[in-house]
């Protein structure tokens, strides 16, 4: 299985800081990269898909870039909807994996 | 608008088989572009794909390893559905059990998630 390691596993940021989430992949997945935000008793949401591709109706502070084995999801000016925690999935080969999370606090 | 509605018990005994079934508003499951997933979480596991069904002139299965001996997903077209089916599960089967749809591998719609609690 292809391993996503990500970081830091907790992030602690005042509104309007940028914000940099890194995801490792344990073999090279091209692009094959989703990001989701999910928050406390909720379904994960997909924001990005194709390690760059901005889900049709996500804020447009939220980008991502990477290929290979290394992805980051940025966000330019955080805001108080985006506490939440943040995973990184691969699907270049199966079984599609997740990695373990990164928790988005209040400072 | 896609709209997953999950529905089956919260609560399975060992070694019982656990039944959820997923409903879907605003697509087919016999579509040519989508895929039909099941995804859990739990603390200790963390997000888990199980597997997933899907159309392409006929219907194909893809399961992870760590589940293929136990697992069944079906799909209903008279109702337009699917089910997951585990058997023999154990308490590590306590997940937040979640439908997903895909569409080449993200997952761009879920359903609202059920816990399932396997106890005696």
């Known amino acids: 299985d292809i391993q996503m390691t990500q970081s830091p596993s907790t992030l602690s940021a005042s509104v309007g800081d940028r914000v940099t989430i890194t995801c490792r992949a344990s073999?090279?997945?091209?692009?094959?990269l989703a990001w989701y935000q999910q928050k406390p008793g909720k379904a994960p949401k997909l924001l990005i898909y194709?390690?760059?591709t901005l889900e049709s109706g996500v804020p447009s502070r939220f980008s991502g870039s990477g290929s290979g084995t290394e992805f980051t999801l940025t966000i330019s000016s955080l805001q108080p909807d985006d506490f939440a925690t943040y995973y990184c999935?691969?699907?270049?080969?199966?079984?599609?994996?997740f990695g373990q999370g990164t928790k988005v606090e209040i400072k | 608008q896609v709209q997953l509605q999950q529905s089956g018990p919260g609560l399975v005994k060992p070694s019982q088989i656990l039944s959820l079934t997923c409903v879907i508003f605003?697509?087919?499951?016999?579509?040519?572009?989508?895929?039909w997933n099941w995804i859990r979480q739990s603390p200790s596991r963390g997000l888990e794909w199980l597997g997933r069904?899907?159309?392409?002139?006929?219907?194909?299965?893809d399961y992870a390893i760590s589940v293929k001996s136990r697992i069944n997903i079906n799909p209903d077209t008279s109702k337009n559905q699917f089910s997951l089916q585990l058997n023999s599960v154990t308490p590590e089967d306590t997940a937040v059990y979640f439908c997903?749809?895909?569409?080449?591998?993200?997952?761009?719609?879920w359903g609202q998630g059920t816990l399932v609690t396997v106890s005696s």
């Open positions: 997903v749809r895909d569409l080449g591998g993200s997952f761009d719609y």
């Open positions: 194709k390690a760059s």
């Open positions: 073999q090279s997945i091209s692009r094959w």
């Open positions: 069904t899907y159309y392409r002139s006929k219907w194909y299965n």
């Open positions: 605003g697509d087919s499951v016999s579509s040519n572009n989508a895929a």
């Open positions: 999935q691969q699907y270049d080969s199966f079984p599609w994996t």
